[in-house]
């Protein structure tokens, strides 16, 4: 065989041995690709399964929360949120007053018309209530028939919440199936004036107020000393702090 033609064979096994290295390679990389590739899925599959978990658990928080905060006959915030407003606005705004309200004889409809008459009342009285709220009134659901608004301002807007509450409640018949009914509302306040910065003592003599209130007619009183404390046929309002506090 001559030179030129070894020399020929030798080049071409050395090409075809760099083709085949080559080929391997390319295999190889293909074969990483592929698993990088798998991996990269595997990957954005837990990312997708992990953010959707925090998603689940957002909600089921919220719904607690909602659960714990919100009354479900009227939709209003319940006694908790309200013990928890009042104590932010008394830790936060300067001066606050608390307006209580109740709704004489609400029994009486219960009694007559039924316990499902008596729920659409409430709803009612707090859908009214609700339109008195502002970013310095926060409305909710005590117990029972009872109601309070916390109010964010000096005495004399504290005052006009009160007589609002009134002429909202007392001055307007209900529509309750089908029957116009006409409910009297007892409204009393207090404010950090009379109270100092405890929530606790706030809300009772507001509820002092209006018990007052209530054995005298159904006007808004504001708490004075003169009214002593909570009648012995009154409910005195238990009282636990926020939570987390």
Do not use: C
């Not at 009042?86 to 705004?93: F, G, N, P, V």
């Not at 307006?99 to 009486?108: A, G, I, S, T």
């Not at 409204?187 to 809300?203: F, H, I, K, N, S």
């Amino acid at each position: 065989m001559s030179q030129t033609a070894n020399s020929f064979l030798t080049a071409a096994g050395g090409l075809l041995a760099g083709l085949t290295a080559a080929g391997l390679w390319a295999l190889r990389l293909r074969v990483l690709l592929a698993h990088s590739r798998h991996r990269l899925q595997a990957h954005d599959v837990l990312v997708r399964a992990a953010h959707a978990l925090v998603v689940d658990l957002r909600a089921e928080r919220d719904t607690y929360h909602r659960q714990a905060t919100r009354d479900d006959t009227t939709g209003l915030p319940n006694r908790r949120a309200a013990i928890t407003q009042l104590t932010r606005s008394i830790e936060e705004q300067a001066e606050v007053g608390v307006v209580v309200v109740d709704l004489v004889r609400f029994k009486l409809v219960n009694d007559r018309l039924g316990h499902r008459a008596g729920n659409t009342l409430l709803a009612q009285v707090a859908e009214r209530l609700r339109r008195l709220s502002r970013p310095d009134v926060f409305a909710a659901r005590l117990s029972g028939d009872e109601f309070t608004l916390i109010v964010s301002g000096d005495p004399a807007r504290t005052r006009t919440v009160a007589e609002r509450v009134r002429l909202h409640i007392s001055e307007v018949p209900f529509l309750l199936d089908g029957k116009q009914v006409n409910v009297l509302a007892s409204v009393g306040y207090a404010t950090t004036g009379q109270a100092g910065d405890d929530p606790e003592t706030l809300l009772h003599l507001a509820d002092i107020a209006m018990y007052w209130s209530k054995t005298h007619g159904g006007a808004v009183r504001g708490y004075a000393e003169s009214m002593g404390d909570t009648p012995a046929t009154g409910r005195p309002r238990d009282w636990s702090p926020p939570p987390d506090r």
